[in-house]
């Protein structure tokens, strides 16, 4: 109410300096109440957005320690097949190495697709979240009389006191605690490159 009263002080001060005549105010043309919200910080600090990030990491860790399992294998194939050249004949030795060649190659794409399929679920599992929080932000900008809200990443400076942020966390809190992230399939995997050309 106090920034409305500023605003329209301002105005008639402006008219009066310049000798402009002032329009009527109508309703429409009452100004915007802005707030603010930190999404990022929001998300780091709800329990949702730390339990996605930590089933994240744990997935993450796994897959590495499976990928290094199998990459150590390989290299023992190969370091194998490097003492034993002597004893194959020229075909054998080309057959050996290009079946290792091709299983360094498929371990590979393996792993690629199994990082993407990770990082498509952590996407989807994010998706969950932003949905919830659509209609909390706009209960509370309803609540405090707001129209317009604005994210912390585009506020220049200040706007402290607009800041809604402390609110919304509670209310995301309140509502959605955790939310499973669950590699995508495949299939869905498939559906989701094909969809993305």
């Known amino acids: 109410m106090k920034f409305k009263l500023i605003v329209s002080r301002l105005l008639v001060a402006a008219a009066l300096a310049t000798g402009v005549s002032l329009p009527s105010m109508s309703v429409a043309a009452t100004p915007a109440v802005i707030f603010i919200v930190d999404t990022e910080a929001v998300f780091a600090q709800s329990k949702v957005g730390q339990s996605i990030r930590t089933q994240f990491e744990d997935q993450a860790k796994k897959l590495q320690a499976e990928g290094k399992k199998t990459e ?4 023992a194939d190969a370091k194998k097949l490097s ?3 002597a004893l194959l004949s020229p075909e054998d030795l080309q057959k050996k190495f290009q079946a290792l060649q091709k299983r360094e190659a498929e371990f590979q794409q393996s792993m690629q697709r199994k990082g ?3 990082q498509l679920g952590l996407q989807r599992a994010n998706s969950k979240v932003e949905a919830a929080l659509r209609p909390i932000f706009a209960e509370v900008l309803r609540e405090r009389g707001g129209t317009v809200l604005f994210d912390q990443t585009v506020v220049l400076a200040g706007g402290a006191d607009l800041d809604i942020s402390g609110e919304v966390l509670k209310r995301l809190n309140e509502k959605l ?9 495949a299939e869905e995997l498939a559906a989701a490159q094909k969809s993305g050309q």
């Open 177 to 185: 605690t955790t939310v499973e992230v669950k590699p995508m399939t």
């Open 72 to 75: 150590d294998a390989i290299q």
């Open 116 to 118: 993407q399929s990770l």
């Open 83 to 85: 003492e034993e050249r």
